[in-house]
């Protein structure tokens, strides 16, 4: 069979199976999803094999100590891919919810019913993990799954894939309800993502160029995550304390995540009893500092930043500062420079707090609280299949819901129109 | 200016302007649509005049008649338009309602706010009141428009446009958040759908051809409307006056609207007691029927319906009937040939009422219920844009709530991960 058959043979079986899986009770779906939490357990030790394979295939080729570190499975990783498909388990079930019922004059009562998608095809790198929690989400959701794993994790994710398999056979649920590409040529993705007829969504997960290369080809809707630069902004009536510690946080806590800051805007104001103690904080834990003009007379240590910085996702030990004029600069700043990701005030005015709130057109906008909370298990969603920067359908944090949308239903007795 | 030059500066203009109308107060938007509706009745002889020259222009083309009747407004039809901008002004506010706000353990509140897409552009046909109606409901939810109606309206058009921007400028927002395109050539489209840096969903309103295209060409999501083949079931359950009634409006209320029911599937269990009846009414009002063999022998003027019948919307007084073998049989034929738009089920049995509003995959599903209810005012929706048959985003009917989407908010005191 050449690629594109097998594509669409895989295709074909989704949208067959989404079907009964879009049918199949909370009971059913949850029953899958122990006892696949049960055969990862129970494979453990041909799992850490198979990924052994993949480890030693990537040593040998090479790749970097950071990749095969999101590529090793240990005993542990084992055991937390388990329990993330247990916590899946426990979610409330998102589908046939009815919400809005309201009775219309004509007689009838219009609501909505929350359904899935269909089919999901999710495309992702290195970490084998994904595999179970995409094959979770979506299956909790109602959703059939084509999965695409990288190709340096290809023996690990089929270990996976035959214990999702084998769950989902003990639930009564078609095992064609999740679905791992045996094939990880660039072709497949090509075709994957141009079959609107078999598949409703596409969800890329990975580098910048996976996800431009997708919205490129693509046929289908794609949930998009693009650049991550996120800004706190110190507001001329913050609080310095809580200021203080939520930009420490917001950059430090993690550098390589997308939704650590990358640039802080300070209030002109009150610069100069926050830009010094921030950057003693920021210079003893070896962040470099990039500034304004105004920023570098404050604090001699901060070098020149190109207006290149301000568009730039660090993801690193790195952070741009600029010295603003009051809360208009500073949502002026972020809608020139911000990708729409995270922003955050820090403030105690209650009418700068409500116009940063709704002026600013990012997927999270937050009040005093560091942008690293911008995440599907801080948010209360269990888990994410990723992070939503565009406006259509689902923004920020994606989680069951975000693998669903709802129809129209209808109440009536008889009613006609007339 | 180039086409291509022409419609980035609209773009750009839009895009710009959609900042402001996003934070524009309820007052001021409901301040413009009120001027809005005052300039047209004003102009009311103007655009009377403007009107009656694309009229004599699409007659002198020979245009038909259907078209021409589309394309007339009379004193009545402005006033029309003229209420329209005021029941949108009627209607709450979308933008900034802040649902399911909840404390999460880190003590961060979390919840979701509803913000307008940005730029909506829409791509209609010879009905000139749509660019008053698509104003309307894309300035309500917070939107920037841009509006491309068809070549037969364009006088029409850029004289209700110019109510639109007079409006507009009473209420103190920016004249181009809703621009009328001044040319109707193909290649403006073309460019319109492929920016997304300045535009950010695309509702075309026409025939499918017109869909098809830009479904094809678009950069950007497109709420698309493909066809309607809207089914009925009369299930051996259902009471038969009901059954009766519900099948004779949906399809004679209206013969060439997309909500239509163009088959009827009838349990073979209580054909005999409803088919004839029916098929008397139907042929009293000129419906030609087209049935499977079942149908044909009990009500010898049905016509042999050929495979193709099944999937076609006829738009128009045919009707294609099939016997089927209980509620799985509905439901597999609703599958295989429908078009995922409006089906109905006629039942008094309590599970197959739910088994079908669940395992019906259409953006809107009935109980008991006409299908030529599926509709944005029969809903209260105020108005509708469009109705959508995909899955993504909005199903169904697409109203105010279509045209915004939900960002996430957190409400923090000073908060950091740990």
Redo the contacts between chains.
């Keep these: 069979m050449n690629i594109k058959d097998y594509i669409e043979h895989v295709g074909r079986a989704a949208r067959a199976a989404s ?1 009964e899986v ?2 199949a009770s909370t009971a059913a779906k949850n029953a899958a999803l122990h006892a696949m939490a049960a055969e990862i357990r129970a494979g453990r030790d041909e799992l850490i094999k198979a990924n052994l394979r993949d480890v030693e295939q990537a040593r040998s080729e090479g790749l970097d100590a950071a990749m095969i570190d999101r590529l090793t499975l240990t005993a542990k990783g084992v055991e937390a891919m388990a329990q993330g498909l247990e916590q899946v388990a426990a979610l409330p079930d998102p589908v ?1 919810e009815i919400t809005e019922l ?1 009775r ?1 004059p ?1 007689g ?1 009562q ?1 609501g909505k ?1 929350r ?1 899935p ?2 089919v999901v095809g999710i495309i992702y790198e290195a970490r084998p993990n994904v595999t179970a929690d995409a094959a979770a989400l979506c299956l909790k959701s109602g959703n059939a799954a084509i999965l695409r794993g990288g190709k340096e994790a290809l023996a690990s994710n089929q270990a996976i894939a035959a214990c999702v398999r084998e769950g989902l056979a003990i639930a009564g649920l078609p095992e064609s309800a999740v679905q791992v590409l045996e094939t990880t040529d660039r072709e497949a993705v090509g075709h994957l993502v141009a079959m609107p007829q078999f598949v ?2 596409i969800v890329p997960r990975g580098g910048k160029g996976l996800i431009e290369r997708i919205s490129r080809e693509a046929r289908v ?1 794609v949930i998009k995550h693009l650049d991550g630069i996120c800004h706190v902004y110190i507001d001329a009536d913050a ?1 310095i ?2 200021a203080v ?2 930009a ?3 950059k430090t ?1 993690r550098y390589g995540t997308c939704n650590t800051m990358e640039t802080l805007l300070i209030d002109q104001a009150v610069a100069t009893r926050v830009l010094p103690r921030l950057a003693k904080i920021y210079f003893d834990k070896g962040v470099e500092l990039r500034g304004c003009e105004q920023a570098m007379a404050l604090v001699p240590q901060i070098h020149a930043a190109s207006e290149e910085d301000w568009a730039t996702e660090y993801l690193a030990p790195i952070l741009s500062v600029r010295l603003v004029d009051g809360l208009d600069s500073a949502i002026a700043h972020i ?1 020139k420079y911000g990708s729409q990701h995270t922003d ?1 005030i820090v403030t105690e005015n209650y009418s700068k707090a409500l116009r940063f ?3 600013v ?10 942008t ?3 995440d599907g298990f ?3 969603l269990g888990a994410e299949i990723g992070i939503s920067t565009d ?3 689902a ?3 994606v989680g069951l819901e975000g693998l669903t ?14």
Excluded at 363 to 370: G, I, K, L, P, R
Excluded at 406 to 413: A, S
């Design positions: 079907r879009a049918a046939g309201k219309r004509s009838i219009v019913m359904v998608l269909g409703d969504v809707p609080d304390d809580k510690r939520i420490d946080n917001a806590q809608t955050a709130l709704r002026e057109d990012s997927s999270s906008v937050m009040v005093n609280a560091s690293r909370f911008a801080e948010y209360g406006k259509f359908h923004r920020g944090p949308s709802q129809k129209w239903i209808v109440l009536g007795n008889g009613e006609i129109r007339s």
